[in-house]
Structure formats: structure tokens, C-alpha cells
């Protein structure tokens, strides 16, 4: 099955400096890649996501990159501020019977941006 | 369009009793994804199902542990005689069939507490 692997496990950044986020998935098949993140007991929302057929998506402040060769991928946060603080989760999916929501989940990255 | 609906928020247990968690997809959803988080972890995926169909339980616990989309009604997430180790945070998400729309949405959540 799938195994994602994310790093670091967590990261703090100067208000307006940026934070990288990188996960690593073990299953050629996945094609789909969601971020999501979580507040404090919060349910994880999406912020951002990509699809196998493209190598970078970007949302304002937010990107993410996709190498399918190297099975990486990497969620970029330019110019962080406070209310950025959170744990990020990456996923990877293969989509099932038309669907993509069966996630595999990395192990989180908890952002903490200080003033 | 309400958002995917879990209830209860908070439950609490005593060792051996029954935990029975609902959810409720957003309208036009009809696949339902259930997923368990560990106190500071990421979250571990458990069981795909559709109307009246489990489609992958892979990560369904042996025992104790089952699940149902019925015909008529919410998802339930069903713990019998619950332990210490089952307190978690579970959560819900639901997709719409096809590939079209990819996003999983996720529920706030059903915080279980065995004491």
C-alpha cells in the first residue's frame, strides 16, 4: 500500500519568512496529492492540491511542486504570518472506483510562525 | 449545502460500553471515508464505504470495530466494548462519485474519550 513520508515534523519561521514542507509517497499509482491543515482541534481543510498531470500549482501565498519521477512533492507558505501557525498534513490518493478519497496521510508538520 | 455533519461532537465512554459515531455527507455525496486521529498524530485512514457497500476496510481494526452507509440514513462508525487506546478524534469526509471533483471534505469531527 501507500506510505507517505513528511518532513519536518516541525518548523518555525520569523513572521514573512518562508516555510517548505516536503513529503515523499511510495505508490506510482497515486495521482492526486491534497495539503491540508489542521487548527487546533479542528477538523483538516483543504488549502491546496495537485494532480499528477501538472508540477506546480500556486494560491496566493500558498504552492505546491510534484516531481512524479522522484515521487516527491513540497507545499511552499511565502511571506508567513501568525495566523499561518498550524499542523499541515500531505496525502496522496489512487483513485477507487471514481474516487479519490481514500487518503494516505503523513505523519503532520506542526508550523509555527512567531512575530 | 451543509457541510459533511458528525454528531456527537465530544462522547464519552466507560471502559466495555458501545461508541456509536454518525455522519452525515454533504447532499450528493455517496462516498463516505472514515478516518481515526491519535492524541498529536496524523490521521490514519479505516473504512471507505458506499450506500449499503464496504468498499475497503483495510484499516478497520479486527474486532470491535464496524461500519455502515445504509440505504436510508448516516454512516455509522460502531466501537463495542471500548478501551483506553480507542480515544481518538474520528472523523468523516465525503466525496461525490467520479473524478470530476476530487476534494474530500471532512466533518468537525467526533472526539471520543474512554475513561
Known amino acids: 500500500g501507500e506510505n507517505v513520508e513528511q518532513h519536518p515534523s516541525t518548523l518555525s519561521v520569523q513572521e514573512g519568512d518562508s516555510a517548505v514542507i516536503k513529503c515523499t509517497y511510495s505508490?506510482?499509482?497515486?495521482?492526486?496529492f491534497p495539503w491540508y491543515k489542521q487548527e487546533l482541534g479542528k477538523r483538516p481543510q483543504l488549502i491546496i492540491d495537485?494532480?499528477?498531470?501538472?508540477g506546480e500549482k500556486k494560491d496566493q501565498r500558498i504552492a505546491v511542486t510534484l516531481n512524479k519521477t522522484a515521487k516527491h512533492f513540497s507545499l511552499h507558505i511565502t511571506e508567513t504570518q501568525p495566523e499561518d501557525s498550524a499542523v499541515y498534513f500531505c496525502?496522496?490518493?489512487?483513485?477507487?472506483?471514481?474516487?479519490?478519497?481514500?487518503?494516505?496521510f503523513g505523519a503532520g508538520t506542526q508550523v509555527v510562525v512567531t512575530p | 449545502n451543509a457541510g459533511v455533519m458528525q454528531n456527537p461532537r465530544h462522547l464519552v465512554r466507560r471502559r466495555g460500553q458501545e461508541a456509536r459515531l454518525r455522519c452525515s455527507p454533504m447532499k450528493g455525496h455517496s462516498h463516505v471515508y472514515w478516518y481515526r486521529q491519535l492524541p498529536e498524530e496524523g490521521l490514519k485512514f479505516m473504512v471507505y464505504l458506499q450506500k449499503e457497500n464496504i468498499i475497503d476496510e483495510s484499516g478497520m481494526p479486527k474486532e470491535r470495530f464496524s461500519a455502515e452507509f445504509p440505504k436510508e440514513g448516516p454512516s455509522i462508525l460502531r466501537i463495542q466494548q471500548v478501551v483506553r487506546g480507542d480515544s481518538a478524534a474520528y472523523f468523516c469526509?465525503?466525496?461525490?462519485?467520479?473524478?470530476?471533483?476530487?476534494?474530500?471534505?471532512f466533518g468537525q469531527g467526533t472526539r471520543l474519550t474512554v475513561v
Open positions: 496525502a496522496a490518493s489512487t483513485p477507487r472506483l471514481g474516487s479519490w478519497g481514500k487518503l494516505q
Open positions: 505508490d506510482s499509482a497515486s495521482n492526486y
Open positions: 495537485i494532480r499528477s498531470n501538472v
Open positions: 469526509a465525503s466525496s461525490p462519485p467520479g473524478q470530476a471533483n476530487t476534494e474530500a471534505f
